[in-house]
């Protein structure tokens, strides 16, 4: 994890209050090394107008966990990241309930991070999407 600060729970989600994330709803759970847990209530809108779980609300959560995954474990001297590619896979939705998600590492490097994101229904432990994302690490100039 990165030695330049401590991540918590309550820290990441202030971090995230007034952006989208927190707009959304979104809840990080856990932060540890090399690991960050999310979930989201499903409110009318984040659903698609067919009813069924917007793709972009699964999306969103799972891109939220590996984005403070790798800000939670950034390497030493490292000061911020990007996203340069990322994918899902959806296997099922929901429209009620909650959904969670849980990013780990694949691969932590100096350069890159890449994580995999296992989102699922929270009620019955079924997943519905698995993502991953390749992020891209910043140094200051």
């Known amino acids: 994890m990165s030695t330049q600060k401590t991540y918590t729970p309550e820290a990441m989600n202030q971090f995230g209050a007034t952006s989208l994330p927190g707009h959304m709803g ?25 009813g069924f779980l917007h793709a972009g609300t699964v999306i969103t959560l799972a891109d939220t966990a590996a984005g403070y995954a790798c800000v939670a474990n950034l390497p030493e001297g490292a000061n911020n990241f990007t996203t340069i590619e990322l994918k899902s896979n959806h296997l099922g939705t929901a429209r009620e309930g909650a959904i969670c998600c849980v990013a780990k590492a694949a691969h932590l490097g100096r350069t890159t991070q890449v994580w995999d994101v296992v989102v699922s229904n929270e009620a019955n432990g079924k997943t519905i999407a698995l993502f991953r994302c390749t992020q891209m690490i910043l140094y200051p100039k």
């Not at 809840?27 to 540890?32: G, L, M």
Request: avoid cysteine; glycine fraction near 4%.
């Open 26 to 50: 979104i809840e990080i759970t856990r932060v540890s090394e090399g690991e960050v847990a999310a979930r989201i209530e499903i409110k009318p809108h984040l659903l698609a107008p067919n």
